[in-house]
C-alpha cells in the first residue's frame, strides 16, 4: 500500500507524455532488470528526473530510452545508492544490471 501510494505521489506532479511512458513501459518490462522479481517493480529515471531540462518537452520515446524496471530493494541500494533522500544516482545502472544479470549463468544448486 506504501508503495503505491509513494508511487502515486511521485508519478501525479509528472509531465501526461512521462506518466503514459512509465504506464507502457512497465507492461513492457514487468520484471526488476536485476533480480528478475515480477510484478512489483518501479519506473525509474536513468537520468535523474529532477536534472532533466523542460522534462514537458521531451517526447515519449525519449522517457522510454531513460527508463529501467527495478523492484523497490534494487531501486533504492543500486540505482540511488541506498541515499535516504533518493537523490544519489547511479548513472550506470544499466551497466550494473547487465553485470548481475551475467552472474546468474553461474550458479549451481
Not at 504506464?23 to 532533466?52: F, N, Q, T
Not at 521531451?58 to 543500486?78: A, M, V
Request: aromatic share 12%; with cysteine; hydrophobic share 40%.
Amino acid at each position: 500500500m506504501f508503495l503505491g501510494f509513494r508511487r502515486f505521489l511521485l508519478e501525479v506532479r509528472r509531465p501526461r507524455v512521462w506518466r503514459r511512458a512509465a504506464e507502457d513501459w512497465r507492461r513492457m518490462h514487468p520484471s526488476c532488470a536485476i533480480c528478475g522479481l515480477r510484478g512489483a517493480v518501479e519506473v525509474h529515471d536513468v537520468i535523474p528526473y529532477h536534472l532533466v531540462e523542460d522534462p514537458g518537452s521531451k517526447p515519449y520515446e525519449w522517457w522510454i530510452q531513460n527508463f529501467i524496471s527495478l523492484c523497490h530493494h534494487d531501486h533504492h541500494r543500486l540505482a540511488h545508492c541506498g541515499d535516504p533522500a533518493w537523490l544519489s544516482y547511479n548513472p550506470r545502472i544499466r551497466e550494473l544490471a547487465s553485470t548481475i544479470q551475467s552472474f546468474g549463468k553461474f550458479c549451481r544448486r
